[in-house]
């Protein structure tokens, strides 16, 4: 008897098909988790090892999900979700904030929602000092204060991942290109990475706003809503990817793709991937304001960019490995690695004839679909809910 097969599991996931891009893994395998860390990953582990089996046969089994760009400061900020709604109760493990603290509310996070979460939080802090408790967040140059920002960075160093700035009327209009160069700098003393939104739903900007922003990105940084159909986005009017936009790629900007009630466009997809510009990361940017209406879940995105022709190992990098990467949390999260933290999210892809539906209202059919079905979070395991749609997970049945 060898020391492996001696061993004891408190959790053993059998059967599935586990996906892992990050150790280029893809293959049937038993998953065992103790203490709630990664034990083992074997092609076979004794059922008589373990004092709990859950059977994934015919299921993917992937590292946690992270959402790489949501708002979950619930009863801080308007548009705050609960954690768990959007988190382990949906399949997701880790949930990046983007933005929605500045540096007058973030001490909230770690004293209110975070000890109430069961999910894993990496909050980016806002620049606007109220974060996204109000919109507009800056109108003024005195809404940013970048010594107190730069104050809490230092005192919450432990639960800061980034720097968030959104390019949106009124703020750009009113501090132009100090906005961004203001925050790049907040981001640049701290050293952490800057996540820029662009694509403004207000319509009032030029198309061009924020093109000028990518030239101050550097490796690490992040550009958010690739896809947006709003001025201030990715491409030029006559449908051009910006040439600023891939300079910024070339140096090592990473590309995100939060979906959010308003800035995802399949045909600005389609047209960005046909210039070669591959996105790094997929998320929701699910807050209060788009849960039920156009966006629902982290795998419904997913789900989309299955039907934009990327692999279903392409998604599950770009929702595990890759988000990790962007918060620069990629030495803990986003692979399952022996003796890492046991996030696992168990998920189902479904065939049917499903119907998907952007940010304009536009309709694309599809014949996979992703759905959660167990998620397990620092070895404790959650059980999805029924789901957002009155009829649970998956996207609207044609048929
Ligand atoms: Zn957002």
Same mark, same amino acid.
């Given at each position: 008897m060898n020391d492996s097969s001696s061993e004891s599991y408190d959790l053993l996931i059998r059967g599935g098909t586990v996906v892992d891009p990050? /150790?280029?893994?893809?293959?049937?395998?038993?998953? =065992?988790?103790r203490d709630g860390v990664i034990a083992r990953i074997d092609t076979r582990i004794d059922p008589a090892s373990a004092s709990r089996i859950?059977?994934?046969?015919?299921?993917?089994?992937? +590292?946690?999900?992270?959402?790489?760009?949501?708002?979950?400061?619930?009863?801080?900020? +308007?548009v705050g979700l609960r954690p768990d709604l959007i988190g382990v109760e949906a399949g997701v493990t880790t949930i990046v904030d983007a933005g929605s603290a500045g540096a007058s509310t973030f001490a909230a996070f770690p004293r209110y929602i975070m000890p109430n979460a069961k999910t894993e939080i990496l909050p980016f802090l806002h620049v606007g000092r109220t974060g996204l408790a109000t919109i507009p967040e800056v109108e003024s140059e005195s809404d940013i204060d970048r010594e107190a920002s730069l104050a809490v960075i230092e005192r919450h160093r432990q639960h800061i991942y980034g720097v968030k700035v959104r390019i949106v009327w +009124? @703020?750009?209009?009113?501090?132009?290109?100090?906005? +961004?160069?203001? @925050?790049?700098?907040?981001?640049r003393e701290a050293g952490l990475p800057l996540m820029v939104h662009i694509g403004d739903t207000a319509g009032r900007l030029? @198309? @061009?706003? =924020?093109?000028?922003?990518?030239?101050?990105?550097?490796?690490?940084?992040?550009?958010?809503?690739?896809?947006?159909?709003? /001025?201030?986005?990715?491409?030029?009017?006559? =449908?051009?990817?910006?040439?600023?936009?891939?300079d910024a790629v070339d140096r090592g900007v990473m590309l995100d793709t939060a979906h959010g009630k308003g800035n995802f466009s399949f045909e600005v997809a389609r047209r960005i991937l046909d210039q070669g510009i591959r996105p790094d990361c997929i998320s929701t940017d699910? /807050?209060?304001a788009g849960l039920q209406e156009v966006v629902f879940s982290l795998t419904d995105v997913m789900t989309r960019f299955l039907r934009l022709g990327f692999s279903v190992s392409e998604v599950i990098a770009m929702t595990t490995i890759k988000p990790a990467t962007a918060a620069g949390v990629e030495h803990r999260l986003g692979t399952l690695g022996i003796g890492r933290q046991a996030d696992i999210s168990i998920l189902d892809l479904r065939h049917g004839d499903f119907e998907l539906e952007d940010a304009t209202g536009a309709l694309l059919r599809a014949e996979q679909a992703f759905v959660p079905v167990l998620t397990v979070k620092r070895g404790e395991i959650f059980t999805p809910g029924w789901g957002p749609r009155p009829w649970g997970w998956e996207p609207r049945r044609i048929a």
């Open positions: 990050a /150790a280029g893994l893809d293959a049937v395998r038993d998953v =065992g988790v859950i059977d994934a046969e015919d299921r993917l089994v992937v +590292p946690g999900l992270i959402d790489g760009h949501a708002h979950v400061m619930d009863g801080v900020t +308007p +009124p @703020s750009f209009e009113a501090l132009g290109m100090d906005l +961004p160069r203001i @925050s790049r700098d907040i981001a030029q @198309s @061009s706003a =924020g093109r000028d922003a990518l030239e101050l990105l550097d490796r690490g940084d992040i550009v958010t809503h690739l896809f947006t159909h709003h /001025a201030g986005g990715a491409l030029d009017e006559d =449908g051009t990817v910006w040439p600023q936009l891939r699910l /807050a209060a």
